[in-house]
């Protein structure tokens, strides 16, 4: 028998997913990594109830550790003096050789390592997938913009 199982916890889990959207927009993401968030009890709550933003956040490899900058999760609504601070520095785990290959791409010039989305996973844990992304010039975005529209339009041909 599983102690302290709640099925509307699971049901919430699979429904969390805090996108980056202006990422893919921005960046040609080449690879993307799973990692896992270092967060404190407030976060996490705040995480599952989706009260959590990826606007202006960025990644960086700092003494051979990930680090993600500029988050931002709300305080959680029920937390107590204890609660967090909405935007600070959290730490990314990833392996050695996953952080090695972040290093190498994030010293090259035009590379930068972004955050995609945010998630709770089946085991109720919460991670990050961050991809390794190179700044898209004016016309690669009006390429993006025109495709979309396509998309949409060929999608409402269909409807009718």
């Known amino acids: 028998m599983v102690v302290g199982f709640n099925f509307l916890d699971v049901m919430k889990a699979e429904q969390v997913n805090i996108k980056n959207k202006r990422a893919r927009f921005d960046y040609e993401i080449s690879d993307t990594y799973i990692a896992g968030i270092v967060l404190t009890g407030t976060e996490i709550k705040s995480i599952r109830d989706g009260k959590a933003s ?81 700044g898209k010039k004016q016309y690669d975005k009006r390429q993006s913009i025109r495709e979309r529209e396509d998309k949409r339009n060929i999608d409402r041909m269909f409807k009718k």
């Open 54 to 134: 990826l606007t202006d956040t960025y990644c960086m490899v700092e003494n051979g550790e990930v680090w993600v900058k500029g988050m931002n999760i709300s305080e959680y609504f029920y937390g107590s003096y204890n609660n967090h601070v909405a935007r600070r520095d959290r730490k990314l785990l990833l392996n050695k050789k996953e952080i090695a290959k972040l290093q190498k791409a994030s010293d090259d010039t035009g590379f930068t390592i972004v955050p995609l989305r945010v998630f709770i996973n089946e085991r109720g844990l919460a991670k990050m997938q961050i991809g390794v992304g190179r």
